[in-house]
Nanobody, 123 residues
Framework: QVQVVESGGGLVQAGGSLRLSCAAS????????MGWFRQAPGKERESVGA???????YYADSVKGRFTISKDNAKNTVYLQMNSLKPEDTAVYYC?????????????????WGQGTQVTVSS
C-alpha cells in the first residue's frame, strides 16, 4: 500500500511563491508516477502536472512556465514549486501516486491520494 502526504500549503499574495511537498511511503518514488492535482470550490479536480518514474515532467497549460515539479528519490519526496501565483490558482492541491509505467494525467489513473493542502492566493 502506498501512502502520500502533502504539506506546504498556505496563504500568499498574488505574484508570490509556495512550494508543496509530497512524501510517499510504502514504495520507492522511482517506481511511481506522481501527479499534482487541484480542485477549486465548485469545480472538478484538474491536473496541474506530473512526473514520471524517470523524471520526465508534464504541465497543464495554465501553469506552464510558472510551476515546476521535481523529486528527490533519496527522500521519496516530490515537490511542486509554484511561482508567480495568481488568485485563480486558489484551490486544494492534491498529490497522487500511480504504480503505472507511463506518465499520466487523468484523475482516474491514480490509485493513491493524499488528503490535500489548501493554497490561497490573495489579490
Amino acid at each position: 500500500q502506498v501512502q502520500v502526504v502533502e504539506s506546504g500549503g498556505g496563504l500568499v499574495q498574488a505574484g508570490g511563491s509556495l512550494r508543496l511537498s509530497c512524501a510517499a511511503s510504502g514504495r520507492s518514488s522511482t517506481s511511481l508516477v506522481m501527479g499534482w492535482f487541484r480542485q477549486a470550490p465548485g469545480k472538478e479536480r484538474e491536473s496541474v502536472g506530473a512526473i514520471s518514474r524517470s523524471g520526465i515532467t508534464y504541465y497543464a497549460d495554465s501553469v506552464k512556465g510558472r510551476f515546476t515539479i521535481s523529486k528527490d528519490n533519496a527522500k521519496n519526496t516530490v515537490y511542486l514549486q509554484m511561482n508567480s501565483l495568481k488568485p485563480e490558482d486558489t484551490a486544494v492541491y492534491y498529490c497522487a501516486a500511480s504504480t503505472g509505467f507511463v506518465l499520466r494525467v487523468g484523475v482516474r489513473e491514480y490509485e493513491f491520494w493524499g488528503q490535500g493542502t489548501q493554497v490561497t492566493v490573495s489579490s
